[in-house]
């Protein structure tokens, strides 16, 4: 044993021990139990390997890499103008949001500026789609406890949203709708009033899963306590979005960091639990889609006239330069580095995606949790498969 | 049976017709009824809605798909065990449905602790539970199949213990006469109504709502089957016609343990007194055998609507939270419920 074994473990340990004179006869094996790469609780493929004595987990070990799909090096053969096709596909439910933190990157390698009404729409479809995939998880998370009723009305005000994004960009999914410089389009005529109806039903959304699933009972039972993480372990483990913020740490890059993109324009607010448990993160997170709404409905008052795309040559070669750009996309901090040598194609992408560092702490996380609690650990850490193995 | 003289072997097919009857069309019944389309519509969703009008023919598809499917063995299981556990499942369910009463003589036994045999047989199902969780040699079928024996023994003690409330008030076991005791009984004099036992053992029903809830390992009992972690729990590794035969036995299950909730706490096969005076028939008369049926069909699909209607609302417990509302709330509550019972029947 090594003096860095961590609080948990040594606690699990030393409990082993003292009942070690108990146990000498009864001790059993453990069991080695394969969750995954098939599996319900998964969302995709995802292998978690654990260790468990009776219902109680020894030793976690995910296994990563059923979906890698090698964004990376496609970008790297790829014109800019074709990355954000390959690159909506890395969080399938926010597509939106992916594209923008890389479309940000190269126009700041290219030294242009969007247009001002174009970092509007930009914000409005990056929330829209934020909203998109944070409903889907508040509807998820009543799945993996057992009800499966929640789901259903995530995702019938869910299609609502998705709707107003296809409206606007073509694409439910995949919108592939930003632009180097721009945006590729303008709204469509009456779309401002009907995303506002969609934002009033996402708010009563939000108000049926506070009191379905948040109040209820059995819900808290299986939450609160439940997978807690302190702060400082989140950081250590270098944890963002909403699983960050539930355990008490401020911190949002939509404010906290220099953008283009409108937010300090709008009154809104980062929500932040203490707790840092399942609860909180849920809790969390459903705070998060009322901002979302407000800001989109804010945007929407003030949405200005103008151009939508900026002074961009038609073929588009970036300088040479490397810079990050990270944005809060659904799942956290996603950011890409972008390596220009002034080609037609970027030299190398890298891609930070928030759920890959997420998933990074459930060895931590899950020792000496129940076996039912893995599930709703998991849940609620909220990973999407391809943002996991990009 | 039903006055008519019948050679023995008549007899004996007729109620083995009318057994599969009593399992199986309340089963489908339900299964439409409520799986089908209350849950739809409790999930702004339609339901089947393509086979006959209104997806009412779903049932016969969905019996067609399980029939053609492949019967898969795993490689490592216990064949015997493992073709035989979905049989011990349902033989539970046929031998449950036979103390039922339906009329005053629509019953296929009358037992003279016919409660006390219900509530026996319907642990035999735990039996084909473990079989199931063993002879799969799936690991998340043992880990559903342990949890599964866990729960049920844990909660047939509320079960039973609720009703021995009702036994001590009826003062019989048999199944008939219970039904009697609540055709007989007056609430201070007034017997309008008869004396349904869910007035005053409405705790006891209570808890044999609850404890048959988690007998039937229905959300927000169920652990043991828990989609989202284990799959399926024991029924992981079954397909085809052997999972539709644990399919139908949940839901056959959940029905006959609703005709017995009906025919403890609501009266069983009887209409309230006042009902049979303002038309002027007996309640015991030959009438009821055919009458007796309808209020008992229309009485289970209450109870299995208030079944299905929780099912489908709440999230579940996790295992051992679920023990600990066995043994710590329902069982002291189901003991106090006996113990004000027995008072109470001493002083009136």
New interface residues.
Partial sequence: MTAQMDPQHAQYVAAQVADARVNVELETEG?T?NIGPQ???THGTLRIIVRLDG?QVTEVDPVLGYMHRGYEKLAEVRTYPQVTTLINRIDWVGSFANEVPFVLASEQLMDIEAPERAQYIRTILFELGRIANIVLFLGDM????????PM??AL?DRELILNQIESATGGRFHPNFNRIGGVKDDLPAGWLQDTKSAIAKIMSFCDQAEGL?VG?E??Q??TRGVGVIPADVALTYGLTGANVRASGVDWDLRRDSESPLPYDKVDWKVWTHPDGDSFARYWVRLQEVRESCRIVDQLLDSLPSGPIMAKVPRIIKVPAGEAYVATENPLGEMGYYVVSKGGLEPFRVKIRTASFSNMSITPWLLKGA??????TILASLYFILGDLDR | MLGLELAYWQETIIKLVLAFGVVLVPAGATVYLYLFKMVSF????LGPMEAGPYGSLQLLAELGKSAQKEDIFPERADRFVFAAAPYVVIISSFLLALVVPFGPDAMFVNFDTGIFFALAVSSVSVIGVLMAGWASAS??SL?GGLRAAGQLIAYELPLVLAVVGVVIQAGTLNMSKIVEAQIEGEIFGWGAIGNPFILTQFVAFFIFFIAVQAELTQ??F??PI????L?AGYMTEYSGFRFLMFFIGEFATANIFAFLGATLFLGGWSVPPFVTDLIGIDPYSEAFNYIGPIVMITKMLLITFVIYWVR??????????LQRFAWKVLIPLALANIAVTGVAKVVF
């Fill in positions: 069991m139990l599996h319900p609780a219902e009543g799945v993996q406890l057992g009800a499966v009723t259903f009305y019938r699933i209820n059995i819900f039972e299986r129940y076996m039912p609690d893995v599930v | 409790m999930q702004s969703r690991k998340y880990m959300t927000p169920d652990m828990a989609e989202s972690e799959v489908f609302t709440y999230p579940r417990f996790r295992e051992d939270q």
